[in-house]
């Protein structure tokens, strides 16, 4: 799984680079934030713009981030419909996850956690 880590006001910003999010990639992604974890960051804006495909495995390791932080993460989707809304909005996961439009936007968010 290709990222993009950087630190804005407080959060750590991960971008996910591929456009998938699948069986192949979640454990990339579940070791790689696990290190950013162990390593102090707690407050997490995951950015998914450019994700074009979301399944069960990537959902997890999306769940599995926000059981190691605790609950602060946020996640970025721009509006509008597309096949990564569609599973976030179909698995009700946009009830358990604070989503937001902007990466401005979501690093407030977690700012106030």
């Known amino acids: 799984m290709n990222l993009d880590i950087s630190t804005q006001d407080g959060a ?9 999010l699948d069986a192949e990639g979640a454990p990339g992604l579940r070791s790689q934030i696990g ?11 995951m950015d998914l713009s450019r994700l074009r495909f979301l399944d069960s495995s990537g959902l ?7 059981r190691r932080t605790g ?5 970025v989707l721009p509006p509008g419909e597309n096949a990564v809304t ?4 179909i698995t009700r996961m946009h009830r358990v996850f604070d989503i937001y439009p902007t ?11």
């Open 12 to 20: 750590t910003v991960v971008t996910l680079l591929d456009r998938r």
């Open 35 to 45: 290190a950013l974890v162990d390593g102090g960051a707690r407050r997490l804006v």
């Open 86 to 89: 569609d599973v976030i909005r």
């Open 103 to 113: 990466v401005a936007e979501a690093i407030k968010r977690v700012a106030d956690v």
């Open 71 to 75: 609950g602060a993460v946020a996640l």
């Open 60 to 66: 997890g390791a999306l769940v599995s981030t926000l």
